[in-house]
């Protein structure tokens, strides 16, 4: 996290979250050249707003999208072809991240920001950005329509029209028959389409910071909701490894400083310092990566569905791991804003967001617990429902 001056104006899933985390430190490259330059000096008041908003904002996809995860696990568990779920399409469905995906996360992520850095150094910088404008674009107006949908289905009125679709995509004919693309959809969904749509050509034309904010929560909301860890175990690797990752790109090379400068997208959430003085055309910004959302936000939605699977009416696991976030990322901003040198926040994140839910356990003596909660997969659950229904034929 930093201060920086925003420069002029996925794939698949492992790659674009990979490349979501391998910038999450875009925030290291703007202070050195800030203070060389000494283009703009943010007064206190304007300090506070950005980094308390950026903070605020980090909180937002983190505790809605913990919540969202919950019910993302329970039609999980009912199988992918749960229609009253709300997860009609496979696409809807959560990504479950193994101890196998963890340990190679950080690998991914490695390779992704070299092969960028490669990029930005062979090829003309302009093309490469232009090329990821329209893929975000595409990325971010389908991430904030499916935010968007369960708020826009309590907004309509109940005699709203709400017609149902399919867009289906076959090959082959008779009992060779195969679906390519089957997705349901109904006119809700093409409503949120569309306002997403408005703020995806205001994003390409004008690169405005509000429209990359919209974005970025959409992409963070959707990350923490449907990219589930499925043990504790699990998510202490992600996060370990993620931790050393962070650490070395931003401190032993130069590669996420260049990526960084020279990579447009919304990636990142972005507060001006000089929103006082300028209003919404402002241009020096604090900024925050979506990574260090996404990361520990995945780890706090398996603590709160692991509060729900203890049954005792409480959230403890949850709030501790969220207080927990709160206070690594003040503790960024401190270290940041007192050595004057950008941070790798995940630095300070992994171990308050693993440190605090364990010690928490260990005083209630539920340490052993926490470790053997397990989460199955999509595949796993279909397979155990398939297995008690052949169980009652058999009765």
């Known amino acids: 996290m930093s201060e920086a001056e925003q420069a002029p104006a996925s794939a698949p899933e492992a790659a674009a979250a990979a490349v979501l985390e391998a910038l999450n430190a875009t925030d290291s490259n703007g202070t050195e050249a800030l203070n060389a330059t000494a283009k703009f000096v943010a007064t206190p008041e304007g300090t506070a707003l950005a980094y308390g908003s950026l903070v605020f904002m980090a909180l937002l996809p983190i505790f809605f999208g913990a919540l969202r995860s919950v019910t993302c ?46 990029f930005f150094k062979v090829f003309s910088q302009e093309y490469i950005n232009l090329l990821l404008s329209v893929y975000f674009f595409a990325l971010g107006v389908l991430a904030l329509s499916h935010t968007m949908s369960p708020l826009m289905t309590k907004v309509f009125p109940a005699s709203f029209p709400n017609k149902q679709y399919q867009l289906l995509f076959t090959q082959g004919t008779g009992e060779s028959k195969e679906e390519i693309v089957n997705y349901e959809f109904d006119t809700k969904n093409l409503v949120c389409l569309l306002i997403s749509s408005v703020v995806g050509v205001w994003y390409l034309l004008k690169k405005h910071w509000i429209a990359n904010n919209l974005f970025g929560l959409a992409f963070a909301l959707n990350g923490v909701e449907l990219l ?10 992600l996060l370990g490894g993620l931790f050393v990752y962070d650490v ?78 709160i206070f690594g990322l ?30 928490v356990a260990l005083f209630k003596g539920e340490l052993t617990e926490m470790f053997r909660y397990e989460e199955s997969s999509p595949v796993e659950a279909g397979a155990k429902e398939d297995s008690s229904e052949s169980e009652k034929k058999d009765q």
Not at 79 to 106: L, V, W
Not at 232 to 237: L, N, R, Y
Not at 335 to 348: E, R, S
């Open 228 to 237: 589930h860890l499925n043990n504790v175990s699990t998510g202490c690797i």
């Open 330 to 359: 003040g503790l960024t901003i401190f270290v940041m804003h007192t050595f004057k040198h950008a941070q790798p926040a995940l630095l300070y994140l992994v171990p308050a967001c693993v440190g605090f839910p364990v010690i």
């Open 73 to 118: 696990s329970k039609s999980k568990e009912l199988g992918e072809n749960d229609y009253d779920s709300g997860f009609r399409n496979a696409a809807d469905m959560p990504e479950t991240i193994t101890s196998r995906d963890a340990a190679r996360f950080p690998i991914i992520a490695s390779c992704t920001l070299f092969g960028l850095y490669l």
């Open 248 to 325: 070395f790109w931003v401190f032993g090379t130069n590669v996420m400083v260049t990526v960084a400068k020279s990579f447009e997208a919304p990636i990142k959430l972005v507060f001006p310092q000089d929103l006082l003085e300028k209003g919404l055309e402002a241009s020096n910004f604090a900024m925050l990566g979506l990574g260090d959302i996404v990361i520990p936000g995945i780890f706090i939605a398996l603590l709160l569905r692991f509060d729900v699977s203890l049954k005792k009416n409480s959230r403890t696991y949850f709030y501790s791991s969220f207080l927990a976030y």
